[in-house]
C-alpha cells in the first residue's frame, strides 16, 4: 500500500487502535479482536516483545491490516518497523530525526506533540498527522478545540486518555482521529481472551467517529439551526 492510501486509510477510519501489552501472544490477540470489530489500523509499541515479529506477522496474515509501529525513538529503530512490514511510524514525542527518515522514506508519520511549538514544528517537518498526546491531561477535548481553531490545516489525532465518556467530544471538537489503547482493549478483556467485549467496544468507537464527523459537518452547515 502506498503512502497516499495509507494516509486516506487512516483519515476515513479515524482510529488508531495503540496496542501496548507484555507478551507477543497478546498483541495478536488484541489486533485480530480489535479488527474483528471494525477496526483495520494497528499500531504495534515497539515496547512489546518481538514487536517487529508482530508486525511482520499481522501484515502477512491479513493484508487488509493497516499495521505500523509505535514508540519509535531513531531510525535505527524506524528501519527494523518499515522491514517488517510497518506502514506507518508514531513516536510518544516529538523527534525531529524520526520525521526526516520519515520523509525520506516516503512513509506515513505522526509524531507526539503538545505544545503549540511542537505542534507546528512537526508539521513543518512534514509529519502526515500530529498525535496530541497525552491531551486528556492538559485540558482535553477543549485543548483540541483550541489547538484546531489555532491550526485548523493541521489534521490532529487525540490520544492518551481518550474514553468512551470523551471520544465524541474529541471529534466534535476537531480531532481528525482518535488514537485509543487500553479503554478499547482493556488489560482484563486481553487477559481473558474476551473477543465479544473488545470487538463491542471498536464498534462503539466507529460509531463515536461517525456520529461526531456527521454532527461537526452539520454544525458547519449555514442551514443548520442555531438555538439562541
Not at 48 to 71: C, D, F, M, W, Y
Request: net charge neutral; proline share 6%; hydrophobic share 45%.
Amino acid at each position: 500500500m502506498k503512502k497516499e492510501e495509507v494516509r486516506q486509510r487512516i483519515e476515513e477510519v479515524g482510529i488508531v487502535a495503540a496496542i501496548r501489552v507484555s507478551s507477543r501472544e497478546n498483541a495478536l490477540f488484541a489486533a485480530e479482536a480489535v479488527h474483528g470489530g471494525g477496526i483495520p489500523i494497528i499500531e504495534i509499541a515497539l515496547t512489546v516483545p518481538e514487536a517487529t515479529e508482530v508486525i511482520s506477522h499481522l501484515v502477512r496474515q491479513n493484508p487488509k491490516l493497516v499495521v505500523g509501529a509505535g514508540s519509535v525513538l531513531n531510525p535505527q529503530m524506524a528501519q527494523a518497523s518499515l522491514d517488517a512490514g510497518a506502514q506507518f511510524l508514531t513516536s510518544d514525542g516529538l523527534h525531529l530525526p524520526l520525521l526526516e527518515f520519515a520523509a525520506r522514506k516516503g512513509v506515513v508519520v505522526f509524531p507526539g506533540a503538545l505544545t503549540p511549538t511542537e505542534i507546528i514544528t512537526a508539521w513543518e517537518f512534514g509529519c502526515d498527522f500530529v498525535k496530541v498526546a497525552p491531551c486528556a491531561h492538559v485540558g482535553g477535548e477543549s485543548y483540541i478545540r483550541s489547538i484546531h481553531k489555532m491550526f485548523p490545516h493541521i489534521p490532529l489525532i487525540a490520544a492518551g486518555g481518550v474514553n468512551q465518556l470523551t471520544a465524541l467530544n474529541f471529534v466534535l471538537a476537531g480531532a481528525m482521529g482518535l488514537g485509543v489503547g487500553r479503554e478499547l482493549m482493556p488489560s482484563e478483556a486481553i487477559r481473558m481472551r474476551q473477543t465479544d467485549r473488545i470487538q463491542e467496544l471498536a464498534r462503539r468507537f466507529i460509531s463515536f467517529v461517525a456520529n461526531g464527523r456527521i454532527q461537526a459537518a452539520a454544525r458547519n452547515d449555514p442551514n443548520y439551526p442555531r438555538v439562541g
